[in-house]
């Protein structure tokens, strides 16, 4: 069947802030960056992977979709998981660059993991092997 993702996506209230924190902070590349109408398609790649999987930022103008981010914040559920090679390593650069983390590296078996606020809305997991 050959089915894979291409495009997953976060809900972000402020676009342009999305992704200056996705980029300047995170290291995402943009890859399309469309405008329609007020917003935007507006899409970001791994550093590295040009083809690789897209993660759309998307304006949560929608009233479920404010609803849905701010329920899975407020319950400490992570909008999306991203994989590093280091999960401390990350944190600690991350942290030293103001990013603010929920949760510090956390051994769980056989995965050490951690999350961030991504200042839009939204709480990030990031993943490494233990």
């Known amino acids: 069947m050959g089915i894979r ?3 997953t996506s976060v809900f972000v209230d402020d676009q342009a802030k999305a992704l ?3 980029t300047d902070k ?3 590349v943009p890859k399309r960056d469309i405008p ?3 917003f935007r ?5 791994g550093p ?3 083809d690789g999987t897209e993660l759309l930022l998307e304006p949560d103008q929608h009233p479920a979709a404010k609803a849905y981010t701010a329920a ?4 400490g559920i992570p909008s999306a998981s991203f994989a590093v090679d280091d999960v401390t390593a990350v944190h600690a650069d991350l942290s030293a660059r103001g990013v603010q983390f929920t949760q510090k590296p956390t051994a769980m ?3 050490v993991t951690a999350v961030l606020d991504d200042t839009c809305g939204n709480l990030i997991q990031l993943t490494s092997p233990a």
Do not use: H, K, Q, R
């Open 48 to 50: 590295g992977e040009p």
């Open 72 to 75: 899975l914040a407020a319950d």
């Open 5 to 7: 993702i291409s495009v």
């Open 36 to 38: 329609l109408g007020e």
């Open 109 to 111: 078996g056989p995965m």
């Open 20 to 22: 200056e924190f996705y």
């Open 41 to 45: 398609w507006l899409t970001l790649v």
């Open 26 to 28: 995170l290291g995402f």
